[in-house]
């Protein structure tokens, strides 16, 4: 077990290390210097260069840079709001993404639970023809969930939902924060509540089908109990594997719903840092994403492998 | 020592008695998979859909009598009509309440039919939906097979050669692995210009190591098989093992892969293109359109739903079929 924590810690910190290391070479490769002005000698070039720690080695300057990002200091803003530290950009805006995020998984879960619980429990043998029915049904919603994209959802959303019909606000309002996000929290479920209702089925029916579950039917459980008792708990773990799928499903997602919501999180302002070219806001979302995914498919990797003892001993012995 | 030939040999009875017993006998690989997908109405609809898809992908901008990228200022926001369907009549939800009106007649054009109506340039929307249909079929079909190449080519090598080889290649997909596709495509966009080239490049640095993965798990399952030692002891080298014996065994998971593929780039290349990323401005696809539809929703949705309606079938579709393969070549989820 120590082995397999060590092995994923150190690949997790590899990676970041790794994602820096890229953001640094894009830093490079990016043409022009702050310095190119005609007007400037060669001494008062290399004074500037000096001040700025420009004439030093890559490999110093690499590991300036890594010092920075780790202290939180990914420079100012250019463009979007001129002089202003990145950090508190995105600090600003990260509580209303991680709101917008966590409702969205607190939404679909719920949701995707249920969907899938119901399916498996009409899908399980001698339910009879409406059964049938309302698996296809349950079934046809999470293929739509799963092939949509979030925003497409978003778009349509808005143009009916606040557009057309009224319902919600179109656009984020700071007075009214829960209503007007309301329509990206649901766009962004969808497609968690699919993935989730699909996992869920198919682990669920499989438990349902298994010799103990018939053992507690025979014995005359009811269909509330036997969920309760054994479909939950053995269902669940299979869900745990695809965490990682649908956080990287709303990192995606947030980009575009909250840029087409106006809403101030930090997907918003990675979107329009991409257009305005503020490049060192970009960086250091990047570095915000990686980080979040990592930090994420590490805590996962470990909970997997403390909840199935199978996993570690496949990691070690590769 | 002399050749036997065949007149050696001798018939033994008559061999009209001889019958393969149908009861017993399973299919092969390839008839049990067909039957297997072709049993499911779900995947022959997704089928269905996705031809038809591709027939108007190809055919429609052609078969259109206007040009996709025609600008005619004359014509611009028509709304769609078309023949005893539509009229080309629109409501406006004003500031001064709702009124409608048509265009069309304002014009004087008579025997006009826009299918999906016109842009804010005059350009027509049915021919521009369907070649954006065709440019992001095609990206997402040339991505999903330089992936499956690449993937296919690094798993096998890594599963078949093993040991140290395996360890320092499988370490390399981990730590790709888990570097979130969103951030490598964006950054890499940003730095290549815009247009199909730069996509196809993002989506091969980020679409490959599912494949590999997949197929090093093939891989692994099948080399220590007696196949595989029959074609070793008979003097096979590494080349014929991996492509004549291994290949034909994984093929199945391969096309499953390149149909799971599609969708993904599919959705990258609207992603990035609603983001500002994609293909430049004035070239035509579907993240472009649903872009530049979104942009005039509000005041003309006519140019928002077609493409948006085009993406979701499309997507449904191969999701459909995807699925349906996956069962198809692997009815017990063994890989």
């Known amino acids: ?318 | 020592m002399d050749q036997w030939t065949k007149e050696d040999f001798i018939l033994k009875g008559n061999e009209n008695d001889f019958t393969i017993d149908n009861t017993v006998s399973g299919d092969s690989y390839w008839k049990g998979a067909a039957k297997r997908f072709f049993g499911r109405k779900s995947n022959l609809t997704g089928l269905v859909l996705l031809i038809l898809l591709v027939v108007l992908a190809v055919f429609a901008p052609i078969l259109s009598p206007y040009d996709y990228a025609e600008q005619n200022l004359d014509r611009a926001d028509l709304a769609p009509r078309i023949p005893y369907v539509l009229s080309g009549t629109e409501k406006y939800n004003g500031t001064g309440g709702a009124f409608e009106r048509n265009k069309y007649q304002e014009l004087g054009l008579d025997n006009v039919y826009y299918f999906f109506g016109t842009d804010n340039l005059g350009r027509d929307l049915f021919s521009r939906c369907f070649m954006g249909l065709r440019v992001s079929l095609m990206i997402a079909l040339v991505a999903a097979l330089i992936n499956v190449a690449i993937g296919m080519n690094y798993g096998m090598i890594s599963g078949y050669l093993g040991g140290r080889t395996d360890f320092i290649m499988q370490q390399i997909v981990d730590i790709a692995g888990s570097i979130p596709t969103l951030v490598v495509v964006t950054l890499l966009m940003i730095v290549l210009k815009p247009g199909v080239g730069s996509i196809i490049v993002a989506l091969m640095l980020t679409g490959w190591m599912e494949m590999s993965i997949i197929t090093r798990a093939q891989t692994l399952r099948y080399k220590d098989r007696e196949f595989v030692l029959a074609a070793r002891t008979l003097g096979a080298g590494n080349s014929f093992i991996l492509f004549k014996e291994l290949l034909p065994n994984i093929a199945g998971s391969l096309i499953t892969q390149i149909m799971v593929t599609i969708p993904d780039a599919i959705f990258l290349e609207t992603f990035l293109s609603f983001l500002g990323l994609g293909l430049p401005v004035g070239s035509c696809s579907l993240g472009r359109l649903i872009s530049e539809g979104f942009d005039n929703c509000i005041l003309h949705s006519y140019m928002l739903f077609p493409c948006v309606i085009i993406l979701v079938v499309l997507m449904i579709a191969c999701n459909l079929v995807a699925d349906g393969l996956k069962e198809a070549f692997d009815p017990d989820g063994r890989a």
């Not at chain 1, 991680?98 to 249920?114: D, E, P, R, T």
């Not at chain 1, 399980?124 to 409406?130: L, R």
């Not at chain 1, 968690?192 to 198919?202: E, H």
């Open chain 1, 1 to 318: 077990m120590k082995k397999y924590m060590l092995k994923k810690f150190i690949i997790s910190i590899v990676t970041l290390f790794l994602v820096v290391f890229i953001l640094f070479l894009l830093m490079e490769l990016m043409p022009g210097s702050p310095f190119n002005n005609d007007k400037l000698t060669e001494d008062q070039r290399e004074m500037l260069e000096a001040a700025y720690g420009l004439d030093k080695p890559v490999l110093y300057r690499f590991l300036i840079y890594v010092k920075n990002i780790f202290r939180g200091d990914f420079g100012v803003s250019y463009n979007l709001s001129i002089n202003t530290p990145v950090s508190l950009m995105i600090s600003s805006r990260l509580p209303v993404s991680m709101a917008i995020g966590l409702g969205a998984m607190a939404l679909g879960s719920v949701s995707g639970l249920l969907l899938g619980f119901f399916a498996a429990f009409s899908h399980a043998p001698g339910s009879g023809k409406y059964g049938k029915i309302a698996d296809s049904v349950c079934m046809a919603i999470s293929v739509i969930g799963l092939s949509v994209p979030s925003y497409i959802f978003a778009i349509v959303m808005s143009y009916f939902c606040g557009f057309r019909w009224k319902w919600l606000p179109l656009l984020y309002d700071f007075r009214k924060p829960v209503t007007s996000s309301l329509m990206a929290v649901i766009s962004l479920s969808i497609f968690v509540a699919a993935v989730i209702a699909r996992y869920t089925r198919d682990e669920a029916s499989a438990v349902l089908r298994s010799d103990y579950v018939l053992f507690a039917i025979s014995q005359g459980l009811s269909n509330g109990q036997i969920l309760m008792k054994y479909v939950i708990r053995n269902s669940l773990m299979g869900v745990i594997t695809v965490m990682t799928m649908l956080l990287v499903g709303l990192l995606t997602g947030s980009l575009v719903t909250e840029r087409i919501f106006s809403i101030p999180g930090i997907g918003f302002l990675m979107s329009s840092a991409i257009e305005a070219n503020d490049y060192n806001v970009v960086v250091a979302l990047s570095f915000v994403f990686a980080s979040i995914y990592v930090t994420a498919r590490l805590l996962l990797d470990l909970l997997y492998g403390i909840i199935d003892p199978r996993v570690r001993v496949s990691g070690e012995g590769r």
